[in-house]
């Protein structure tokens, strides 16, 4: 078997997750090369995965320039740079004809993600968007199944994704997704993109057709903080002992997500001491800023309510801060249903018992299926697994995320967000 190689653009948090697997199956991946701006991170890859200092470059442009003079370097890229440099990222790499693993949300306009498939189509390039959720053992053997008939035609399926207080506090009330402006994407986009292209890929016989949706920022705002909150916990505000979204508890005492914590130090997150973490959020990390006070335009919470063509039906909520972290699922067949949470990774199967008049229960158990280091429930080793094979020519898998597999999910996102807006019903122009 071909051993695949590719180039890393972009190589941060994400990249890590699917590089890791060049580390411990160097028969089947190789990193050749490194793009990335920040010459930190290009030392740190160039260690990492023995990739030599003079094939790693500052952007793009610089490594097509190099490719032009001295040929090609790579059998595809996996493109991990943050939401707003997708498609400037993208576009080129396409046109030189990269395959291409490219990270979730493609871009945030219908516009560009039509333009981006087109470009990858017109040159020849497999592009598989980073949906990693496909690729748990969990909504793998959900899809299965599905897929079976076991529960009918879909009718209907119910979606939640409660994002849990810490991991809403680092990544979108005090995080680098917590503006639309910084990064591009609303929250529906950064975090329920996966959601709503697992319900578009489980329910693919069919395609979404109208969308409409509520939500807001109506929760996490200053008139509800806490009476005579401060604007920085640990500095000011008499509630840090007692408030939900304290920082002395989510990353003091707790030091949830520090990956993302604390990047404002310049050191890494391992060896950053207590007195250093704690000096910082008094004063000049965003992490320590007051949740209710902070400066975010992201909806806290959103419910999406889909039509596909056939006439099944959907939906799916948005809260931030639930207490309990947790994406549940429901779907609804004409002859059962099927039920579960992927963090318990249990789901059950309920079908008709003819001669009681009553229902039968099974219960399928994925835990053990998947390693225990991997942030996505098995789903970052299985997508990267999927693409080296895809680039080797190997049979397609039934999560692949191609491209022109993985619009719905983003075109329910943004007409979601746009009937958010509207207050309108909005429909899905393109046809399967
Ligand atoms: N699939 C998932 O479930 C999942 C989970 C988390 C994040 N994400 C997405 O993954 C992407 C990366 O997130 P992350 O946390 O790894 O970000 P990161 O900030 O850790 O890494 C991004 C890297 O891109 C580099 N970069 C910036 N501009 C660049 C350019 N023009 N060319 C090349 N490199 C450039 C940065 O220096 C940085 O090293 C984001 O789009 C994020 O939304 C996906």
Redesign the pocket.
């Known amino acids: 078997m071909k051993q695949v190689k590719v180039i890393i653009?972009?190589?941060?948090?994400?990249?890590?997750?699917y590089c890791k697997y060049a580390l411990t199956n160097p028969q089947d991946l190789k990193v050749v090369a490194i793009?990335?701006?920040?010459i930190e991170?290009r030392k740190e890859g160039s260690v990492k995965y023995g990739v030599p200092e003079s094939m790693t470059f500052a952007?793009?442009d610089d490594l097509l320039s190099y490719e032009k003079e001295h040929g090609r370097l790579a059998d595809g890229v996996i493109n991990?740079?943050?939401?707003e440099?997708?498609y400037?990222?993208a576009m080129p790499l396409l046109r030189a004809g990269y395959n291409m693993l490219l990270?979730?949300?493609v871009v945030n306009n219908e516009k560009e993600l039509l333009e981006i498939k087109k470009t990858a189509e017109e040159n020849g390039c497999l592009l598989m968007v980073?949906?990693?959720?496909r690729y748990t053992p969990f909504y793998l053997a959900i899809k299965k199944v599905v897929e079976s008939g076991e529960i009918g035609e879909i009718m209907h399926i119910e979606t939640c994704e409660n994002v849990g207080i810490a991991h809403a506090s680092n990544s979108y009330i005090r995080g680098?997704?917590n503006s639309t402006e910084k990064?591009g994407?609303s929250m529906l986009l950064?975090k329920c993109c996966?959601d709503l292209d697992l319900i578009c890929w489980l329910n693919n016989k069919t395609s979404p057709s109208r969308v409409s949706s509520f939500g807001g920022r109506n929760f996490l705002v200053a008139e509800k903080a806490p009476r005579g909150a401060g604007t920085r916990c640990l500095n000011d505000c008499p509630h840090v002992d007692t408030c939900q979204y304290s920082a002395k508890s989510i990353y003091v005492l707790n030091d949830k997500y520090p990956y993302?914590s604390w990047?404002c130090i310049d050191n890494d997150y391992e060896s950053i001491s207590r007195e250093q973490k704690t000096e910082s959020l008094k004063t000049y990390n965003p992490h320590g800023e007051c949740a209710y006070k902070v400066n975010s335009d992201l909806v806290d919470h959103q419910a999406v309510m889909i039509h596909f063509e056939n006439g099944s039906t959907a939906t799916h909520s948005m809260i931030q801060g639930a207490v309990r972290p947790c994406r549940l699922i429901r779907i609804m067949g004409t002859k059962g249903e099927i039920q579960g949470m992927i963090e318990s990774c249990k789901f059950c199967v309920r079908t008709y018992d003819f001669f009681n008049a009553d229902y039968l229960e099974k219960e399928f158990d994925v835990s053990g299926l998947f390693e225990k280091d991997d942030?996505?429930a098995g789903?970052?080793d299985g997508i990267i697994k999927d693409f080296v094979n895809m680039v080797r020519g190997g049979e397609v898998s039934i999560s692949c995320t191609k491209i022109d597999d993985s619009i719905y999910g983003h075109l329910c996102v943004f007409m979601a967000d746009k009937s958010m807006q509207s207050g309108k019903t909005e429909e899905i122009i393109l046809k399967k």
Do not use: I
Request: charged share 25%.
């Open positions: 653009v972009g190589n941060g948090e994400r990249a890590n997750c793009v990335d701006p920040d991170k952007s793009v991990a740079t943050m939401d440099w997708h400037r990222t990270e979730k949300p980073c949906h990693v959720l680098k997704w990064c994407s950064a996966h993302y990047t942030h996505h789903g970052d």
